[in-house]
């Protein structure tokens, strides 16, 4: 089993295992492994899972949420719409819908390397979209499964606390979305709170 990541980075899929002799898997660059062997699926209860802010491939328990995908894919929509943003990001995360967005804007950098290397703003941009870093920035958590309501959260970077903070009282999804989109990528966005 193969997978590319975002970056291009062709990841391999293996089967070991534990000390106890259960079996591990596992994503790996290399195409061989003394300790392992290569596999062709993995079993139900497992997922290749990219991770938004590097790339990186890893074999986890597949998780289950009351998040619709139809509800990722709106704020997905809505953000990109709203925000000064070219290219987010988004997952479901448990009870979550999180918004990585770009450490580098690829429009911007798009256009500082045309000047230099002279080929399209489209494909540098590409190429710069597949290979930044993305940061969680934002991210919706449903409060109310039967009612579809959500309260939204964003990262807070200050050394004494390093963690989501809530920005809303709980709300339907869409307006709670339209509320704070149009400030992500702006300094109001870190007006909430």
């Given amino acids: 089993m193969e997978y590319v990541n975002r970056r291009g980075h062709r990841y391999f899929v293996f089967q070991g295992k534990t000390k106890s002799g259960k079996p591990k898997y596992f994503a790996s660059r290399k195409q061989k492994s003394d300790k392992a062997e290569l596999i062709e699926s993995l079993p139900e209860s497992y997922e290749l899972f990219e991770n938004p802010a590097d790339g990186l491939v890893h074999i986890r328990l ?12 709106l704020v997905e929509r809505l953000v990109l719409a709203l925000s000064s943003y070219s290219i987010v990001q988004t997952i479901i995360d448990r009870n979550f819908i999180v918004v ?16 230099i290397f002279g080929t399209t703003p489209a494909k ?3 190429w710069t979209a597949s290979q930044t870093r993305y940061s969680a920035e934002l991210r919706f958590g449903l409060v109310d499964a039967d009612e579809r309501l959500f309260v939204a959260e964003r990262f807070c970077y200050r050394s004494s606390v390093d963690d989501w903070i809530p920005i809303s009282g709980t709300s339907s999804l869409e307006p709670l979305v339209r509320q704070i989109a149009v400030r992500l990528g702006s300094d109001s966005f870190y007006d909430f709170f």
């Fill in 124 to 126: 540098i941009a590409e």
């Fill in 62 to 73: 597949r998780r289950t949420s009351p998040i619709i995908e139809a509800e990722r894919e």
């Fill in 100 to 115: 990585y967005v770009p450490d580098t804007d690829p429009m911007d950098a798009a256009a500082r390397m045309v000047a």
